[in-house]
């Protein structure tokens, strides 16, 4: 396959649960929101998911619609009654569910407690959609409908991106330039220090954010901003500095390599970076996904000129 299918794990994490809920094998709570009458995902069978992962105090861990592309997974055989697999096997084609797992039971049938999350829940919602059975198809057959399907919907995403930065970028009242490699910025702050060239360094302070949903923050360099985003985006044994990069020399992603050589010292910016100019139709193990354009909050905080070499005698 052209793409992998990405299994859903265990420590994936869904939205607050309501009241009613039933109880489930091995004691997970649940509650189906839809019910479309189509047959229930079997163990084998390929699955296009949304899913938001949440604890039960209503903190966000997780959404695919942050950066509004699904999850891909093959189903698999229950670990044990009640695992996030046996949820999945109670839905079809069109449903959706919520889902509370209690954290105490996962850790003790082995799995690796949640760092960072202080809470007796997490509370996956699931909505289910597509799905291609696999039946008594050959592998070869199944396959290439799996191929099939993922192609046309990635080529859905990448059509839809140009909308969603027009879209971010009005909703967010900004006025953006636009660079001729489709890199739009708005400088916030405009600096009055020397400008970057290509072989000089520079040092910034950055917070990088999805421009779908919520807006999540993925990776900062500002200690205090990780913190608030909690146990996806903080790390302890992390240190929180600004950085110092090499420009133009392919160290970053294009976006900031051309993005750099915009901003004086002491500029404080916004770049929002088409996929094409980020990680491109091959996101970035797992954690951003193909053809995801991303937004970045910049401040330059030092430019230092590429050391001129000795002349040779």
Known sequence: MKKSIIILGLAMLGLTACSQFQEGEGGMQYKII???GQPKIQEGDFVSIGAVIKTDGDSLLMSTYETGQPTY???QAPMYP???TSALLKLGSGDSAIFKFNIDSMVARGL?????INAKFLVYTFKINHVIPKGELTDSVFQAQVEKYIVAEEEKI??????IIDNYIKKENLTAKTTASGLRYVIEKEGTGPLAKVGDSITVNYTGHFITGAKKVFDTSIEEVAKKEGGNVYNPQRPYEPITIPVGLGAVIPGWDEGM???PEGSKAKLIVPSKLAYGEQGAM???APYTPLAFEIEVVKVTPQKAEAPTN
């Open 34 to 36: 839809t019910d479309n």
């Open 82 to 84: 009640g695992d996030i």
């Open 286 to 288: 797992g954690a951003i």
């Open 158 to 163: 990448k059509n839809a991106e140009a909308g």
């Open 112 to 116: 690796p407690k949640p760092e960072g």
């Open 73 to 75: 997974m093959t189903a």
């Open 261 to 263: 050589q915009l901003l």
